[in-house]
C-alpha cells in the first residue's frame, strides 16, 4: 500500500508548528530544546517523503547531516542551559535577557 | 659570470656580517676586507674586456619591454669600479686598526660593504633606474655610516641632514628617468643615447637639470653642499671613502655618463661648469678659516670635485674624471694620514691643539706631505697633471672666467693644505691630549681594550702613496700620440669634445707656470702666517687672536645654512605646525569624532529593537518567514 506524499507533508507541517509553538510560549528551556528538535525531525519528515516520492537520494544524505547538527546543537544546547543554572540558578528564558540593549 | 661575481661579493659580505656579526666579532674586519678586495681583484681580471672594442654587458633580466636591466663594464665604470673596490679595500684593512676598540666593529664592515655593493650597483648598472636604485642605496650607507656613533646627537642630525639632501637629489634624477622614459621608451643607456640627437633643446634642458640636481646633492656643489663638511662626524675611515674617493665623485660620474646628452645642451654644459666653479671657491674660501683637521679635507674635497664637475661641465670630460682617479688616492690617503694623527691623540680634532707632531709621527707626516704636495699640484705628483689638465681645458673650451677662477683656487689651495701641515707637524705640542700613543702611530692607546698591530693602519697608507705619486703619469703621452689616458676611453666621449679653442691665447705649458707661481704663493703665505719659526714661537696667542678675528660670514659657512633653514626648513616647520595645530584636530579628528557620533546615535535607535527575550526573536522570526512565504505564495498566485 503506497502512502501518498502529502500525508507525510501534512504530518510534517504538524509537527513543524507544534515545535514552533512550544519555542514561543514554554519558558522551561528543556523544552524550548525538545521543540527545537521537534521542528528539525519535521524538516527531516519532509525531505525523507520527498526523496522517496521522487526517487532522488540527496534527501536522504541530507538527513542525516540534519541528524549530526541536531545533535551537536542539543549537546551544546544543553551546556549552555547548565551554564546559565549555575550561573543564575533558575531556568526561566524571560529571566536569562543580559543581552538586552 | 664574473662580473656579477664582482657586483654581488660585497652584498653577500654585508648579509653574512649583519646576520652572524656578534658571533664573527673583530675577524670581521678581515672578512669584510676580504670579499672587497676580491671583487677588486675580478675588476682586474676583467680590465681587458672593459676595455675592448666591445664593452662588457650582462643581461640581468627584463621587467616589460623597455625595462630591461643588466650590468655594463665599460671603461668609465671600470674606472669607477677599480676605485671603489681598490681604495675601498685599502680603507677595509685601515679601518681593522682604526675601529679595533669599537665594540660594534662587525656592524660597521656589514655597513661598509654594503657601501660598496650599493656604488657597484651605481657605476655598473646598463640603465638609468637601476643608477637612481644605486644612487639611493650609496645615500642609505652614507646616512648609515655618518651616523654610525649613533649615541652622539651630532652625528644622527649630521646623518639626517646629510640623508634628506641626497634624497632631494635623488628626486631631480627620479623626474629625469621619468622624462627620459617617456621620450624613448626605453631605460637603457645605450637606447637614451641613440635617440638623444632627436630630443628638443627644452627636453634636453630638463632631463640635464634633473640629472644635475641629483649630481650637486651628492657630490656637495652649492647651494647643496653643506651636509658635507657635518657628515665628517662619522668615522675618519668613513670620511676618506665615501665622503672623499668614492661616493661624493657620483655626481662627476653622472655628467661623465650622460655626456652624450649634456654635449647637445651648451647652455647646461655652462651651468653645471659654472655650479663646479662657484663650488671649487667656496670650499677653498671656507676650508681657509676651518680648525678642524677633518673639516679641512671636507672642505678641500668640495673644492677639488667642484675642479672635476666644472671639467665634465664644460666638456674636457677625460679632464675632469682624471682629476677624480688621482683625487682618490691622494684625498682617502690624507684622510687616513689625518685619521692616524686623530687615532693618536685620543680623537683630538683641532689643529689649534696639535703641532709639532713631526717628530712624534714621522709616518703620518710625510703620507700626510705627499698628498698635500699632490693636492696642490706640486710639479711631478699625480695632482699636477690632472689639476691642470681640468684648469686648461676650462680654458681650451672657451671659459676664459673659469680658468681663471682655477687658477687662484689653485693658489688658495696651496694655501690652506699647507696652513693645515705647518699646524699639525711643525712648532710646539699645543695640546693637552696625551701623546703616549702618539710614538705607536695607527696602534692603539693603552687604555682601549687591545690593539691592532700597527702596520694594519700604515700599510694601506704607504700603499697609496704609490698611485698618489704615479697616477698623473697616465696622461703623459711618451713619444707622441694620444697618451694612456685619453685612448684608455675609446669613443666613449668621441663627438663630446667640442673644443671651441682658446679664447686667451695661452699656451699649455705656460698655463702650468702661471698655476705654479699661485701655489708657490700659497705655500709662502702660509709659511709666514703659520711655518716661520717667530710664528711658532707664539703660536698659541696668535691661533687664538685668528680664532677671535675670522669673520662671521666665514664662520657661518657663507650662510648657506642660514638661508636654506629660513627658506626651506622654517616654512616646513610652519606648515607642519599648521597641519598639527589646524588640519589634524579640526579636521581629520573631527571627521573621525562625527563617524563615531552617527554611528552611536543609530546604536540608540536600534538597541531598543533588543529586548532579550528569547520568544520574542523566535516569534519575530515565525513572523518573518511567514510573510516571507506569504510573500511568495502571493506572486505565484499572481502568475
Redo the contacts between chains.
Keep these: 500500500m503506497e502512502v501518498d506524499v502529502s500525508n507525510y507533508v501534512a504530518l510534517s507541517a504538524v509537527m513543524f508548528f507544534i515545535g514552533v509553538a512550544g519555542v514561543i510560549v514554554r519558558r522551561n528551556p528543556l523544552i524550548v530544546l525538545m521543540a527545537i528538535e521537534l521542528m528539525l525531525n519535521a524538516a527531516n519528515l519532509a525531505l525523507v517523503a520527498f526523496s522517496r516520492a521522487w526517487v532522488n537520494n540527496a534527501g536522504h544524505i541530507f538527513v542525516f547531516l540534519v541528524v549530526t547538527v541536531a545533535a551537536a546543537e542539543a549537546a551544546i544546547g544543553l551546556a549552555i542551559v547548565v551554564a546559565v543554572f549555575r550561573r543564575a540558578k533558575n531556568v526561566d528564558i524571560d529571566e536569562v535577557a543580559g543581552l538586552r540593549g | 659570470m664574473l662580473l656579477l661575481l664582482l657586483w654581488l661579493l660585497p652584498l653577500g659580505g654585508a648579509i653574512l656580517l649583519w646576520a652572524l656579526g656578534p658571533q664573527i666579532g673583530r675577524a670581521a674586519g678581515a672578512l669584510g676586507s676580504l670579499v672587497v678586495l676580491a671583487s677588486f681583484g675580478l675588476a682586474l681580471m676583467l680590465f681587458g674586456d672593459a676595455t675592448s672594442a666591445t664593452p662588457l654587458h650582462q643581461l640581468l633580466g627584463t621587467w616589460v619591454p623597455g625595462f630591461t636591466f643588466g650590468l655594463l663594464l665599460d671603461p668609465l665604470s671600470l674606472l669607477w669600479a677599480l676605485i671603489i673596490t681598490g681604495v675601498g679595500g685599502l680603507i677595509h684593512v685601515y679601518s681593522i686598526g682604526y675601529m679595533w676598540a669599537d665594540r660594534a666593529i662587525a656592524r660597521f664592515f656589514a655597513y661598509m660593504n654594503f657601501f660598496v655593493f650599493a656604488m657597484l650597483t651605481l657605476v655598473l648598472s646598463d640603465n638609468i633606474v637601476g643608477l637612481l636604485v644605486g644612487w639611493g642605496l650609496v645615500g642609505l650607507a652614507s646616512y648609515f655610516l655618518i651616523g654610525f656613533w649613533f649615541y652622539k646627537p651630532s652625528a644622527v642630525a649630521a646623518a639626517k641632514k646629510a640623508f634628506v639632501i641626497n634624497v632631494f637629489g635623488d628626486i631631480g634624477i627620479m623626474f629625469a628617468v621619468f622624462a627620459l622614459y617617456a621620450a624613448t621608451s626605453s631605460i637603457a643607456f645605450a637606447d637614451i643615447f641613440a635617440k638623444a640627437g632627436t630630443f628638443s633643446q627644452g627636453l634636453l634642458a630638463a632631463v640635464c637639470i634633473g640629472l644635475f640636481i641629483g649630481a650637486a646633492a651628492k657630490s656637495a656643489q652649492v647651494p647643496l653642499h653643506t651636509w658635507l663638511p657635518d657628515a665628517m662626524e662619522g668615522p675618519t675611515p668613513v670620511s676618506a671613502l665615501i665622503h672623499a674617493a668614492t661616493m661624493v665623485t657620483a655626481g662627476v660620474y653622472l655628467v661623465a655618463r650622460f655626456a652624450p646628452l649634456f654635449s647637445l645642451s651648451p647652455p647646461m654644459q655652462e651651468t653645471v661648469g659654472i655650479v663646479g666653479a662657484v663650488t671649487m671657491v667656496t670650499g677653498a674660501l671656507l676650508g681657509i678659516t676651518q680648525w678642524d683637521i677633518k673639516r679641512i679635507l671636507a672642505y678641500s674635497t668640495m673644492s677639488q670635485i667642484g675642479y672635476m664637475i666644472m671639467g665634465v661641465g664644460v666638456g674636457a670630460y677625460q679632464a675632469g674624471v682624471l682629476h677624480f682617479f688621482t683625487h682618490a688616492f691622494f684625498k682617502a690617503q690624507l684622510f687616513l694620514a689625518a685619521g692616524l694623527v686623530i687615532h693618536a691623540l685620543h680623537d683630538e680634532q683641532d689643529v689649534r691643539k696639535m703641532g709639532g707632531l713631526r717628530q712624534r709621527m714621522p709616518f703620518a707626516f710625510w703620507a700626510m706631505l705627499v698628498g698635500t704636495l699632490a693636492i696642490i699640484g706640486f710639479p711631478g705628483l699625480s695632482g699636477y697633471f690632472s689639476k691642470d689638465a681640468v684648469i686648461y681645458g676650462a680654458l681650451e673650451h672657451g671659459h676664459p672666467v673659469l680658468y681663471i677662477a682655477g687658477v687662484l683656487t689653485a693658489g688658495l689651495t696651496a694655501y690652506y693644505m699647507f696652513r693645515m701641515i705647518f699646524l699639525t707637524f711643525f712648532g710646539p705640542y699645543r695640546g693637552e691630549a696625551g701623546v703616549s700613543g702618539a710614538q705607536s702611530e695607527g696602534g692603539q692607546v693603552p687604555d682601549h681594550a687591545g690593539h691592532a698591530p700597527a702596520w694594519v693602519m700604515q700599510l694601506p697608507v704607504a700603499l697609496l702613496i704609490v698611485p698618489t705619486i704615479l697616477a698623473g703619469y697616465l696622461n703623459v703621452s711618451f713619444g707622441g700620440g694620444p697618451s694612456p689616458w685619453m685612448s684608455f676611453f675609446g669613443p666613449l666621449f668621441s663627438g663630446s669634445n667640442n673644443v671651441a679653442g682658446p679664447v686667451l691665447q695661452i699656451p699649455e705649458f705656460a698655463s702650468g707656470m702661471i698655476v705654479l707661481v699661485f701655489v708657490a704663493a700659497g705655500i709662502v703665505v702660509a709659511y709666514l702666517r703659520y711655518g716661520a719659526p717667530a710664528v711658532q714661537a707664539a703660536a698659541v696667542e696668535r691661533l687664538e687672536a685668528e680664532t677671535r678675528a675670522i669673520p662671521q660670514a666665514f664662520r657661518r659657512g657663507f650662510y648657506f645654512d642660514d638661508v636654506i633653514e629660513m627658506l626651506v626648513v622654517k616654512p616646513s616647520y610652519a606648515i607642519g605646525r599648521a597641519i598639527a595645530g589646524f588640519i589634524d584636530p579640526h579636521v581629520i579628528d573631527a571627521g573621525v569624532r562625527d563617524v563615531v557620533w552617527v554611528a552611536g546615535a543609530l546604536g540608540a535607535v536600534?538597541?531598543?529593537?533588543?529586548?532579550?527575550?528569547?520568544?520574542g526573536y523566535?516569534?519575530t522570526i515565525?513572523a518573518g518567514a511567514a510573510a516571507f512565504i506569504a510573500y511568495f505564495a502571493l506572486i505565484g498566485a499572481a502568475r
Excluded: E, I, K, S
Aim: charged content about 25%; cysteine-free; proline content about 0%.
Design positions: 536600534f538597541r531598543r529593537l533588543q529586548t532579550g527575550l528569547v520568544r523566535a516569534l515565525v
